[in-house]
């Protein structure tokens, strides 16, 4: 699952037909659809950040997030 992850984040994609089969190999048809959508999203979401450099909001004040 995570080389598929990796394939579809990268540019281009790098997605191959054994990776589609694997993924349809599921019970599911739909999820490998909501999975390639869900990590385009997040791809976007990434390359936006990159490029927008957000700033932080204070946040961290109030909401204590443990190190990995």
């Given at each position: ?7 579809v ?29 869900t ?30």
């Open positions: 699952m995570t080389a598929c992850a990796e394939a984040t990268a540019t281009p994609s790098e997605v191959t037909d054994a990776m589609v089969a694997r993924l349809r190999a599921d019970p599911s048809e739909a999820e490998p659809a909501e999975l390639t959508a990590l385009a999203l997040e791809n976007l979401r990434d390359r936006d950040d990159a490029a927008l450099r957000p700033t932080g909001q204070g946040f961290e004040d109030r909401c204590e997030v443990p190190a990995p």
